[in-house]
């Protein structure tokens, strides 16, 4: 499966923001597929995840404000992000792998799309 990862852009603090990640190639609902997020010289860390049937896994940092879902007739993720402080600003990738499980690490995902740039300003 190839992922597209769109949606990214410059937002101010206390704005929202949805991103999305389309698989192509291969249903995506055949895969769990999780978002992870990388701030230049940090490493790559995990956002949420969801199952192919729609089980859904937070970083206990996040759950509040992110929501992650997914239209499985459009093969897409979608990561709903609230409340966005500058401490978000991240690029957002999408990760995808066969099975029933979230992983949290980010070497445990089979598939990667490009990323997305989110930038929140103060």
């Known amino acids: 499966v190839q992922l597209q990862a769109s949606g990214g852009g410059l937002v101010h603090a206390g704005d929202s923001l949805r991103i999305s990640c389309a698989g192509s190639?291969?249903?995506?609902?055949?895969?769990?597929v999780g978002w992870f997020r990388q701030a230049p010289a940090k490493d790559r860390v995990f956002v949420a995840g969801i199952t192919w049937d729609g089980n859904t896994v937070y970083t206990d940092s996040m759950k509040d404000r992110f929501s992650i879902s997914r239209d499985n007739t459009r093969s897409t993720v979608y990561l709903q992000m609230n409340s966005l402080k500058p401490e978000d600003t991240a690029a957002y990738y999408c990760?995808?792998?066969?099975?029933?499980?979230?992983?949290?690490?980010?070497?445990?995902?089979?598939?990667w799309g490009q990323g997305t740039q989110v930038t929140v300003s103060s």
């Open positions: 990760a995808a792998s066969p099975g029933p499980f979230i992983k949290r690490h980010w070497a445990e995902w089979q598939h």
């Open positions: 190639g291969r249903t995506l609902g055949d895969y769990a």
